[in-house]
């Protein structure tokens, strides 16, 4: 959708704006087009306008977060695209409440670091979110995680700001964190409660170290990638099977479309070539490559792999 009068929405609040941004250069991927309008906020009440004013005119709002698990269009995305990476985003109250064993971190705050932080303090409960690049927004969102558990185990409650522009706080009572995915209400995740233990910080940053160290020995850290392009499938038995086994059993290790691979050290990673860390395909290399994988593991195994990377297009659904 085209706004009509893009500057309405935003003039009078406390936004940064960029017409037709490019968003390459925000993502791991580190291609496709541009966003009509990125907007920065920087206030959580002018969020909570943006959010109402986009609501009423049914323009798409998404929330960008640090890129990790996006796919852009070669076309690029309409509406607004909203980046929390202004100061009143980005934050970590440490002892929040007065509570020692209680942060409270911000939408847009980096997740690689408060992993660090966390172990230099000596706090425990996030070394499982080591080597998984995230915004604490997006990490949520995608309940993101993995074989030594997820950031939904330490969270105690999650804030998002709805369409109709309000805070509202859901306590954990309240939430369900599932595979790769939550209830959390839509709207932007303006900031979440996270519970952590004291212990040595030795023994914190050793086990941050040990998880990180197992990342990086069994996926291809360095490449042009969003992480797993797939869920792993539920199968017929009821337990989920790894889609990155299926792809390597159909023998699409190393298949490619234009720039965009399977890479050969887990089939789940689906990248682009790149030049000097410039990725040389094109969104749409990558689109026809995750089709032909679909297709060629549906035709032997009879499995429908369904993305967990988000793909944002025009007219797409925010
Ligand atoms: C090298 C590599 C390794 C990875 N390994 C893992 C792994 O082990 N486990 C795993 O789970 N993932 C992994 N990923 C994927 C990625 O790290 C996670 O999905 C992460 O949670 C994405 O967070 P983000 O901030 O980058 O979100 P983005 O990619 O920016 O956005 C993802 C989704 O979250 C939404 N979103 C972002 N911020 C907000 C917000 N504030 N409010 C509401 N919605 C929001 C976006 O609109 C979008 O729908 C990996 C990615 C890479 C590149």
Not at 49 to 72: E, Q
Not at 232 to 253: H, Q, T, V, W, Y
Request: aromatic share 6%; hydrophobic share 40%.
């Amino acid at each position: 959708m085209i706004v009509a009068s893009p500057s309405s929405l935003y003039a009078d609040l406390d936004i940064e704006a960029e017409l037709d941004a490019p968003l390459a250069t925000h993502t791991w991927y580190g291609v496709g087009g541009r966003a009509d309008l990125l907007l920065r906020p920087r206030s959580v009440s002018a969020l909570g306008t943006l959010a109402r004013r986009c609501h009423r005119d049914g323009i798409p709002l998404r929330v960008l977060g640090s890129g990790a698990n996006l796919l852009v269009d070669d076309e690029g995305v309409d509406g607004v695209v909203v980046r929390l990476d202004q100061p009143a985003f980005t934050g970590v109250d440490f002892n929040a409440d007065g509570q020692l064993e209680r942060m409270r971190v911000h939408g847009g705050a980096s997740m690689e670091r408060l992993v660090q932080e966390c172990a230099r303090r000596g706090l425990r409960g996030l070394e499982q979110m080591a080597g998984i690049p995230a915004s604490l927004g997006g990490a949520v969102r995608m309940n993101a995680g993995g074989k030594f558990g997820a950031i939904g185990d330490a969270i105690d409650a999650v804030a998002v700001i709805g369409p109709d522009g309000e805070l509202r706080v859901y306590p954990r009572a309240e939430l369900h964190f599932g595979y790769r995915e939550t209830n959390v209400p839509v709207g932007v995740i303006a900031w979440a409660s996270l519970r952590v233990q004291e212990d040595d910080p030795i023994a914190c940053r050793e086990r941050v170290k040990e998880i990180f160290a197992y990342k990086k020995s069994t996926q291809p850290m360095s490449a042009n990638s969003a992480g797993c392009m797939f869920r792993n499938p539920m199968m017929p038995g009821g337990a989920r099977e790894s889609a990155g086994k299926l792809i390597d059993l159909a023998g699409l290790k190393g298949a490619r479309v234009g720039g965009a691979f399977v890479s050969q050290e887990h089939g789940n990673f689906l990248a682009f070539d790149s030049v000097a860390r410039q990725p040389s395909g094109r969104t749409d290399d990558m689109r026809r490559l995750v089709e032909l994988v679909q297709e060629r593991v549906q035709a032997s195994f009879g499995v429908e792999l369904e993305t967990e990377v988000v793909f944002w297009r025009r007219g797409g659904r925010a």
